[in-house]
């Protein structure tokens, strides 16, 4: 996937202190690690990959 999108949001501040712990451990950007959650979250629901079509 290209990655020319950006998307900005807000987000409790706990939340975003176990993000960049999470990012830290996980050896990756929190950026990175946001994508990933999301990309995981969406997939398992069947908006995105091969059941796209399921969810719509």
């Known amino acids: 996937m290209s990655k020319t999108h950006p ?9 975003k202190e ?3 712990r999470a990012a830290k451990d996980d050896h990756r950007s929190v950026s990175s690690l ?6 995981r ?7 995105l990959g091969e059941d796209k079509n399921r969810a719509a």
Request: no cysteine.
């Open 34 to 39: 946001v994508e990933l959650v999301i990309e």
């Open 41 to 47: 979250w969406l997939k398992e629901r069947g908006y």
């Open 18 to 20: 176990a993000l960049v």
């Open 7 to 15: 998307l900005g949001f807000r987000i409790e501040r706990e939340i």
